[in-house]
Structures are given as C-alpha cells and as structure tokens.
C-alpha cells in the first residue's frame, strides 16, 4: 500500500502511514528505511482493523487482550501480515514479554513464544513483532550483515538494559559491527504524561550515570523520559547518533491515534512493532 503522511502534531520526525481504506491496517515508517528493498518493518497505529471492543468503528488491536475477541486479533494480524509483506501466511513471531533483559533468536520454524522482551533474527520471510500500549518499542537493523531485531522496553526493561544488552548479543552472535546497526523508537508514552514514583527514579540513578538528565518535576510530579533512556542505551551499545531516529508520539497525549495503557485507563489494545527480511533480497 502506498505510504502516505500522517498529521504533522504526531511526529518528532517525519512519518508514514499505510493507505486508510475502511478497516486496512495503518502504521507509521522510520524514514531512514523506507523504501529499503531489503527491509520490512512498521510500528502500528490504532485505527483500521476489525475489533470493536474499544472502538464499534473497528481498531487494529494486535494483542489478545481479556477483553477482545481472539478471532476478531488474529484476523487483524492476517490483514497486517497482507498488508506490510503482500502475504497473510508471512509468519509473525512475538514473545511473552516479561519486563525482563531477554533477547532470543527467531527463525523460520516452529515458533513457541518463549518468555523475553527481545528478538533478533538473521532469517528472511519471518516478521518479529513487540507489543506495545505506552512501553517503548526499539526496532534494529543491520545493513550490512542482514540482521534485525525487535525490543520491547518499559522502565523494568530499561533499568534491566534489554535494549543495550541486545544490541551486545547482535555484535557478539552475528559479527555485526555496532557502527552499521540503525534504529527506530517507535510510539510510546514520553516524558509529558510518563508520572514516576520513588522506586523507578531509585532504579534508574543506582543503574545509569547519566539517569538525572532522564527526569523532570512537573506541579511536584517526577516525570521519566524513556524514549530517551533507551536512545542513550542505544549510544552505549555503539550506534552513531545519527543513525538513530524516533517514529512516533507519545501514546498517551494521542489515545486517538495509539493505545495508550495510561490513557485508556488499562482497558485497551495492543498495537504492534514489526521487522523483518524480505525473502528476495536474503543471501
């Protein structure tokens, strides 16, 4: 489907969104890859799909939450797995996400999600996927050596280093040089609406040297940049700064255009941050 701009008070780069034809599945692009001929890859957006639980009009939630009809998600995915890679069967493998530093290897096979936060792959035809509804996804690609990878980091996930030690296991398992990787952040809660307790600021200043630059005080509020926690985590792990972009908003300032789990009061949808190689290109 032919990508189209999305309303500029949603972006802190410039976006994508696939065609909005009735209920097609949209999503946003990084723009360092779109175009890419070996590439695919998408953060989703909320509206299109077919569950009505949260909206009568249909939304693309991705997740097989309590309250959405398992039947009415899985045909969700199939739409999107049509609409992002031209074949409903292309294969979609995500985790159970547990707030944890895991990251496992994805291939073609037989996919039994196992518990972890992260994905990373070097097989073409398989799209690895994170949920997400304010926790920040973090997408990865390695030109060169053809490896990608997906992260799914809430602030557990953060202070446990999951995107940085990803990376580390992308350098170590596949010989990629950190020099070559690029990534993309894709929507999630930001440092305007993400209100912390105690805990989290301790977690964050006994783990990170640079953790008092991620927090402000709003009316007496202490606020967590975790976009920026995971950009800097990113640095860390080696990438150049330029090679790492944003793609999308804060998920909960905009409930109309993403799930936001703060926002939406915990009772919403999922939506989805996909990679993967496309099979023509694999080597």
């Known amino acids: 489907m032919r990508p189209i701009p999305v309303p500029s008070r949603y972006n802190r780069v410039q976006m994508t969104a696939s065609h909005p034809t009735s209920n097609s599945p949209q999503w946003l ?13 998408g953060f989703t957006t909320r509206p299109g799909g077919l569950s009505t639980v949260y909206n009568p009009h249909g939304e693309l939630n991705l997740g097989f939450t309590p309250d959405d009809d398992s039947a009415a998600v899985a045909a969700n995915r199939l739409l999107l797995a049509q609409a992002l890679t031209g074949d409903p069967a292309t294969p979609i493998h995500t985790v159970r996400q547990i707030h944890c530093e895991r990251s496992v290897v994805a291939g073609r096979g037989p996919w039994n999600p196992p518990e972890a936060d992260g994905l990373i792959s070097a097989e073409s035809g398989v799209l690895l996927a994170i949920l997400t509804a304010d926790c920040i996804p973090v997408l990865v690609a390695d030109p060169v050596r053809r490896v990608v990878a997906a992260f799914h980091a809430g602030w557990r996930g953060t202070v446990a280093r999951v995107v940085e030690l990803g990376v580390a296991r992308i350098v170590a398992d596949f010989g990629s040089n950190p020099a070559d990787l690029q990534a993309a952040i894709g929507p999630g809660i930001g440092a305007c609406c993400y209100t912390v307790g105690a805990e989290v600021h ?60 703060r926002a939406d009061q915990g009772r919403t949808g999922r939506m989805m941050s996909l990679i993967g190689i496309r099979p023509a290109i694999a080597q």
């Not at 692009?29 to 590439?39: D, K």
């Not at 976009?227 to 905009?254: F, K, M, V």
């Open 202 to 261: 301790e977690r964050f200043i006994a783990s990170f040297g640079y953790a008092a630059e991620l927090f402000h005080t709003v009316d007496g509020n202490l606020r967590l940049d975790l976009p920026e926690a995971n950009r800097r985590q990113l640095l860390a792990a080696g990438l150049a700064p330029g090679s790492i972009q944003r793609a999308g908003g804060c998920t909960s300032c905009h409930p109309d255009l993403y799930f936001s789990h």
């Open 29 to 41: 692009t990084a723009p360092q890859w779109q175009g890419s001929a070996w590439l695919w890859h």
